[in-house]
């Protein structure tokens, strides 16, 4: 079982509080069609699941890669295993979307269907929108744009030994972020220089912290989880940078999942639903809009939203996205990695 138990729960919590986010729209839509009240539970900023994201994927890479800094070719492997990873179910999920939106066209702006805008969809570049957001096909991948950016950059690095690669990679963050700051860029770099890409560099901090031993006390690291709560939940209502807002809350929720004594948990019913579901995440960050806006169509048509209710629909759109995405990482996910792993890496050690 994962020494990382706590690190897996919070990945699999981040990625329920966005499809909860999602689900609520749906929810007030419904509520709308049958004439009834809605009040979503809007004063907790679910959205900051993004940024619990991009601080565990700081954190992951960094913690994951111990053996690869300063070895020859360490960014080729780290990239292919990082391509192995990210790219199957996402491709397959944006085939699918586009799929959709040829059959049914009214569904998309035309102009979104440009095949360089598709092309550049897949391939993560971020380009404009004809409503002027920065998207792709299947609006979802702009996270997985920033995450392809930290990546590349990260593979960058590991030339150098791991102090120098972590040092130069956060000052790469910052440096960015201070250019985009000032400077009017056009696209994709205006995109890439977001100063949301400093909650990377927040995980990146944490990783090599661990890595230097350091341990906090179980009431220091509950403090910083208590701590983080109630800055997310303030931040939510006061006009605040992203990555104050949310990021610095997403990384005092790291820091406490993270910074205890390594240790493997026994294998309880509790420490196998952690690791299934944190193993799940992404694919429940992907398909959960799919199960959202079916179980819409599926409460509506048949009577259901009325006995249900808003609410009910949530639970239950929720339970789907879960049982989903636990099937499609056993069956699809895992395998189709393995598969790429076994291909591009013959013989060598696998990433953690």
């Given at each position: 079982m994962s020494k990382l138990l706590y690190i897996q729960i919070l990945r699999a919590c981040a990625a329920l509080a966005i499809a909860i986010h999602h689900a609520q729209f749906d929810a007030g839509a419904i509520a709308a069609r049958l004439g009834?009240?809605?009040?979503?539970?809007?004063?907790?900023?679910?959205?900051?699941?993004?940024?619990?994201?991009?601080?565990?994927?700081?954190?992951?890479?960094?913690?994951?890669?111990?053996?690869?800094?300063?070895?020859?070719?360490?960014?080729?492997?780290?990239?292919?295993?990082?391509?192995?990873?990210?790219?199957?179910?996402?491709?397959?999920?944006?085939?699918?979307?586009?799929?959709v939106a040829l059959v049914l066209p009214g569904v998309l702006n035309s102009e979104i269907l440009e095949p360089g805008f598709i092309l550049a969809s897949y391939l993560f570049i971020p380009l404009g929108r004809p409503d002027g957001a920065v998207q792709p096909l299947y609006s979802l991948g702009w996270t997985l744009n920033y995450e392809m950016y930290f990546y590349v950059l990260?593979?960058?690095?590991?030339?150098?030994?791991?102090?120098?690669?972590?040092?130069?990679?956060?000052?790469?963050?910052?440096?960015?972020?201070?250019?985009?700051?000032?400077?009017?860029?056009?696209?994709?770099?205006?995109?890439?220089?977001?100063?949301?890409?400093?909650?990377?560099?927040?995980?990146?901090?944490?990783?090599?912290?661990?890595?230097?031993?350091?341990?906090?006390?179980?009431?220091?690291?509950?403090?910083?989880?208590?701590?983080?709560?109630?800055?997310?939940?303030?931040?939510?209502?006061?006009?605040?940078?992203?990555?104050?807002?949310?990021?610095?809350?997403?990384?005092?929720?790291?820091?406490?999942?993270?910074?205890?004594?390594?240790?493997?948990?026994?294998?309880t019913w509790l420490v196998r639903m952690g690791n299934a579901l944190g193993d799940a995440s992404y694919a429940l960050y992907l398909v959960h809009p799919f199960v959202i806006r079916a179980g819409r169509e599926v409460v509506l048509r048949t009577g259901l939203g009325a006995v249900i209710g808003p609410w009910g629909y949530v639970a239950l759109v929720l339970a789907g996205a879960v049982l989903a995405s636990l099937m499609i990482f056993r069956w699809y996910e895992r395998p189709m990695t393995e598969w790429l792993r076994r291909r591009s890496e013959p013989g060598r050690l696998k990433l953690a």
């Amino acid at each position: 079982m994962s020494k990382l138990l706590y690190i897996q729960i919070l990945r699999a919590c981040a990625a329920l509080a966005i499809a909860i986010h999602h689900a609520q729209f749906d929810a007030g839509a419904i509520a709308a069609r049958l004439g009834g009240p809605f009040q979503p539970l809007d004063r907790i900023p679910w959205a900051a699941g993004v940024d619990v994201f991009f601080v565990i994927s700081g954190f992951i890479i960094v913690y994951s890669s111990q053996t690869l800094f300063g070895s020859p070719g360490a960014g080729r492997v780290f990239l292919m295993r990082r391509l192995g990873r990210v790219v199957p179910l996402y491709w397959t999920v944006t085939s699918l979307y586009l799929a959709v939106a040829l059959v049914l066209p009214g569904v998309l702006n035309s102009e979104i269907l440009e095949p360089g805008f598709i092309l550049a969809s897949y391939l993560f570049i971020p380009l404009g929108r004809p409503d002027g957001a920065v998207q792709p096909l299947y609006s979802l991948g702009w996270t997985l744009n920033y995450e392809m950016y930290f990546y590349v950059l990260f593979a960058l690095t590991l030339a150098w030994p791991k102090r120098t690669s972590i040092g130069m990679l956060i000052g790469v963050l910052l440096a960015a972020t201070v250019v985009g700051s000032v400077v009017s860029l056009p696209q994709p770099l205006d995109f890439w220089t977001g100063p949301i890409i400093l909650e990377f560099a927040f995980g990146v901090a944490l990783a090599h912290l661990k890595s230097q031993g350091l341990v906090l006390p179980r009431g220091v690291r509950a403090a910083f989880a208590i701590g983080g709560l109630g800055l997310l939940l303030a931040g939510a209502n006061l006009s605040m940078p992203r990555p104050v807002a949310y990021g610095v809350p997403a990384a005092l929720f790291v820091a406490a999942a993270a910074l205890g004594a390594d240790r493997v948990r026994p294998e309880t019913w509790l420490v196998r639903m952690g690791n299934a579901l944190g193993d799940a995440s992404y694919a429940l960050y992907l398909v959960h809009p799919f199960v959202i806006r079916a179980g819409r169509e599926v409460v509506l048509r048949t009577g259901l939203g009325a006995v249900i209710g808003p609410w009910g629909y949530v639970a239950l759109v929720l339970a789907g996205a879960v049982l989903a995405s636990l099937m499609i990482f056993r069956w699809y996910e895992r395998p189709m990695t393995e598969w790429l792993r076994r291909r591009s890496e013959p013989g060598r050690l696998k990433l953690a």
